[in-house]
């Protein structure tokens, strides 16, 4: 008795698996310190394109010393030296370009830059 029980209880905890659902893509934020390079940080784990979006432009505005630093008191517009500025990915259904190769290949690349990347909207 205690045996089918056992199995029934393991039946339920396996049905109840908190695995994401196969059809969600996962985005990977890649984001870089200035413009002309290619190495930056990569923060994978991102539900939607907006959390990934957001999380970049916190970054770009943490890497400025704050938003007190970003936007100019007197106009409040934003005042950053877009030309050499930081810039960000957003990735998603990404995989190996070659097995074992930390080089991706992604479905969706979706980039930031200037202005975009302290608008988290």
Not at 10 to 27: A, H, T
Not at 37 to 57: E, H, I, K, N, Q
Not at 65 to 72: E, F, I
Request: hydrophobic letters at 35%; one cysteine or more.
């Amino acid at each position: 008795m205690k045996s089918i029980w056992l199995v029934g209880l393991l039946l339920i905890v396996s049905g109840c698996s908190s695995d994401r659902p196969s059809g969600k893509s996962e985005y990977m934020l890649q984001w870089y310190p200035s413009s002309g390079t290619d190495y930056g940080d990569s923060v994978p784990g991102f539900d939607s394109l907006a959390m990934c979006r957001r999380a970049g432009s916190g970054k770009t505005i943490a890497s400025y010393g704050g938003l007190a630093k970003v936007v100019d008191e007197g106009t409040g517009r934003a005042s950053l030296p877009w030309e050499n500025g930081p810039w960000f990915e957003c990735m998603s259904q990404c995989r190996p370009y070659v097995e074992g190769s930390y080089l991706l290949v992604c479905e969706q690349v979706v980039e930031f830059r200037g202005l975009e990347t302290i608008s988290p909207r």
